[in-house]
């Protein structure tokens, strides 16, 4: 036992003591849909235009591997691997995020994971293990950075997303408490990203979470072959605390630790934007559906919404591409109400960005930024719509339907699944890849699963 361990050394000791035998079943069952939602998120993101930078850059410089490029199969290096993966995983914003702080721990895990059980036998308990020890890690790191971070402009899965990726390493390479320490600590040095693309757009956005994966495997990696790092890197005086926050909060990560599982604190999404939109497009959709009124009869509305949503999704009015499109409250809003959805099929239709009747009801939604909307309801939304006439509709939604709290049906997992995957591969390989998640806990070599990806 080590004596006045650091924040590191408290973190490295929980992901080596983690079992899944120890873990309550509805964490194991939930872990499963969570899995299942992040291959369809890949799937998907394998196919569409702007993560193919990305693609054709490591198909283009680098060979031989052992792992592969989800749906292409092309075998490179595992850091090669999970970059473009880890692409794939967060490209079409689909993938799960968590209730609080911040980042997105499915997209930072599974790939990870899948790459290195095509170098290391992993069999099934071993990565639901693993991909508890991510979630707990990144969903306490972002609660101590978060808002703080934000207001900064740093981008929570470039910063959080790499030391989920280094615990989900970590565990499958079975480092000791030492080298997970080290790992740890190396993943601060590849800690980085700035959310100027909200602001002026930019598809970057999209390779931020590969960026993390890769050095998220390349830090457990380094420890393991004897790198050092400093120890105190959170708590440290130019440790990530300070440096992204500009405070030293270490409650958030330690306290508590091993009490509760973070896996219960991700959340899966219905819609291709960040977050921060959910509540309000679906608080904005069960309002027009209870008072039965259209685009044409709104003058404004007013969403009250957690101050990070204004700086994050309520800066761009019109969008001059796909991420701008899916950064812009005021466009979701805008399309919710005039075509009664958001499926990516809008944020991919240029002719909607400038379309004039879209960009005049976005100049009708104003964002303000709400004082009570913070840690448990950091995602709740009350709005007021003020329609031609006179008559005001208000709503408030604590959280948006998605949450283990709130969750969606095994049914919904599984048809979002097979709606993302088959812009990929056929319904039979789908079926199978369902059916070797269903059973996961008992897969003895976890690769099978990784193979079932490609054609």
Known sequence: ??????????????IGALDCTDLPADVIRYSKALLLDQLGCQLLGSTVEWNQSARRFI???????PAAIVNFGKKVP????????????QGCELDDYYDQGGGHPGAATVPVGLALSQRERVDGKQFVAAMAAGYEIGWRIGRALLPEMMRRGYHAQGVVGVFIAAAMAGKLLRLDVGKMTHALAIAGSHASGTMEYDQSGGEVKRVHNGIACAGGVRSALLAAAGLTGPPTIFEGERGILK??????????????LGSDSAVLHAAIKQFPVNASQHSPIELLDRLMNEHWFGAQEVERIEADVNEAVTLHSGTIYEPTEVIEAQFSLRFSLAIRLLKGGNDLRFYLDSELWRDPEVLALGEKISLHADPTAQKEKRFACRMKIFLAGGDVIEGYLPAPKGSFQNPLSEDQVRE??????????????LDRI??????????????????????
């Open 78 to 89: 595992l850091d090669d691997a999970v970059f473009v993966n880890g692409t794939f995983a």
């Open 434 to 455: 369902i059916e070797k998640v269903d059973s996961i806990e008992a897969e003895e070599d976890v690769s099978t699963l990784a193979l079932l990806l490609s054609r």
């Open 1 to 14: 036992m080590i004596a006045n361990p650091t924040v590191a050394e408290r973190l490295a000791a929980f």
């Open 243 to 256: 440096v992204f926050s500009g405070v030293c909060n270490t409650a958030p990560i330690v306290d508590g």
């Open 59 to 65: 198909a283009e410089n680098k060979t031989g591997g």
């Open 416 to 429: 979002k699944f097979i709606r993302l995957g088959s812009a990929a591969l056929p319904r039979e390989r």
